[in-house]
């Protein structure tokens, strides 16, 4: 077996591996957390609001317009930044396109299931979401998971199937198309974990943005296209704000933190689809969907406080 080579007890300090600093970790972590829950809040508005406009706006149309509104917020505060760094080392570039891929197909499959779901109902969907990224986490970057948070994971999963009751009519086409962009997020933001310190997050943001334009507006030729109402605009502008607030943070909270602390806090955005979903739409979920939801989000909790545990024993 190969083991790296360790500079000997008499190497200078410079030489030596820095040792980890437990409370910059910590700071980390609950920086990473805050991030997350801004940007679970940021999506959430974003999903709503473009569920209200494509009610009458065309879906791949709406998608173009505030994929291309997205793309100017995008350049503007790259330029705040000191400017755009298109150019990515070439050892980023695969990481780029299967982040890139998994990002614009896991859009246009949400997009698709939120114009016929409930706002509740598709958000209690995607509450494994941090569950499978812990596991997923714990899989390709060997991140410690102990018997209790995979038997977390595993309730968790159980919650999920109360909400999507598969073999009943509860779970439909547009309930499988919400599984399939989770899976597609999963990929998503493992992917993100890839990237060297030389691609800003900016930059990948960009590219996120101005491929789920592009194939707005490719997939925009099916349809009929007609000029937005002011009412309209004044949505997609709303929602591109949004949707700008969640890529950049979403990005930065995969960066920041730990995989299996950060993902759980994930689930606030259940909490935004709720309120927002009663409020704008009127709708309320059903007794299955509170209860899966409960078991989740209790699952995700427990991930949390399982490794608060687990940290103060290290």
Not at 190 to 215: E, K, P, Q
Not at 256 to 279: D, H, K, N, Q
Not at 299 to 314: D, H, P
């Amino acid at each position: 077996m190969l083991t790296p080579d360790l500079p000997p007890a008499s190497a200078p300090a410079a030489a030596r591996p820095p040792v980890p600093d437990p409370a910059q970790g910590q700071a980390d972590n609950l920086r990473a957390i805050g991030i997350m829950m801004l940007s679970m809040a940021a999506f959430t508005c974003n999903d709503a609001v473009m569920k209200a406009v494509t009610q009458t706006l065309p879906l791949y149309e709406s998608m173009t317009l505030r994929g291309g509104i997205v793309v100017a917020i995008m350049l503007v505060i790259a330029r705040a930044q000191g400017g755009l760094r298109l150019r990515v080392p070439r050892g980023d570039l695969l990481p780029l396109a299967v982040r890139t891929l998994a990002d614009l197909s896991s859009t246009v499959l949400y997009l698709v299931a939120l114009q016929h779901m409930a706002l509740a109902n598709l958000s209690a969907i995607m509450q494994a979401l941090p569950l499978a990224v812990t596991l997923a986490a714990a899989v390709f970057f060997q991140e410690r998971l102990g018997w209790r948070r995979l038997s977390a994971i595993g309730i968790g999963l159980v919650g999920v199937l109360l909400i999507l009751r598969p073999g009943t009519g509860a779970f439909d086409i547009w309930s499988a198309l919400v599984v399939l962009a989770m899976l597609l997020i999963v990929a998503r933001d493992i992917v993100t974990r890839l990237f060297s310190v030389h691609v800003g997050s900016s930059t990948i943001a960009f590219y996120a943005a101005i491929s789920v334009m592009l194939t707005g507006a490719v997939l925009a030729t099916s349809e009929t296209w007609r000029t937005p109402t002011a009412g309209e605009l004044a949505l997609l502008l709303l929602s591109a704000g949004f949707l700008s607030v969640g890529y950049l943070t979403a990005v930065a909270s995969m960066r920041v933190g730990e995989i299996s602390v950060v993902a759980p806090f994930r689930y606030t955005s259940l909490v935004w689809a709720i309120m927002l979903g009663l409020v704008v739409f009127g709708e309320w979920p059903d007794l299955w969907t509170w209860a899966g939801s409960a078991l989740v989000v209790g699952a995700g909790i427990y991930t949390i406080l399982r490794e608060r545990k687990v940290k103060g024993m290290s």
